[in-house]
């Protein structure tokens, strides 16, 4: 079993930042693959971001592309995610995920899940 916990969201301005930081216990997540989704109110959820185990490999979502920044520090099991430039539409519940093997896209293939951390970005 992995427990993970995201903490660092907030209300901050638009144009402002914030650092997500998502970390795991139970095991190991060394070799897990993380990623991070996003889920605003009345819609779906939605990918924002991942990093594969070795941090070597990361994709974004087009939203989000040149904004955030997600790293890794295995020896802290602990991922992170740094939003810069923020917007109103980056208003979500922001969650962590990891599965064993590749990142993906669609959050249904992760295998544990943090609890979430509310983002708002203020107007």
């Known amino acids: 079993q992995v427990q993970l916990v995201e903490s660092g969201g907030g209300l901050v301005q638009t144009g402002g930042s914030l650092r997500l930081s998502c970390a795991a216990s139970?095991?190991?997540?060394?070799?897990?693959?993380l990623g991070w989704f996003r889920q605003a109110p009345g819609k779906e959820r939605e990918f924002v971001a991942a990093i594969s185990w070795s941090g070597g490999n990361k994709d974004y979502a087009d939203s989000v592309k040149g904004r955030f920044t997600i790293s890794r520090d295995n020896a802290k099991n602990t991922v992170y995610l740094q939003m810069n430039s923020l917007k109103p539409e980056d208003t979500a519940v922001y969650y962590c995920?990891?599965?064993?093997?590749?990142?993906?896209?669609?959050?249904?293939?992760?295998?544990?899940w943090g609890q979430g951390t509310q983002v708002t970005v203020s107007s």
């Open positions: 995920a990891v599965r064993s093997g590749g990142y993906h896209y669609t959050g249904s293939r992760y295998d544990y």
């Open positions: 139970g095991r190991s997540v060394s070799s897990y693959a």
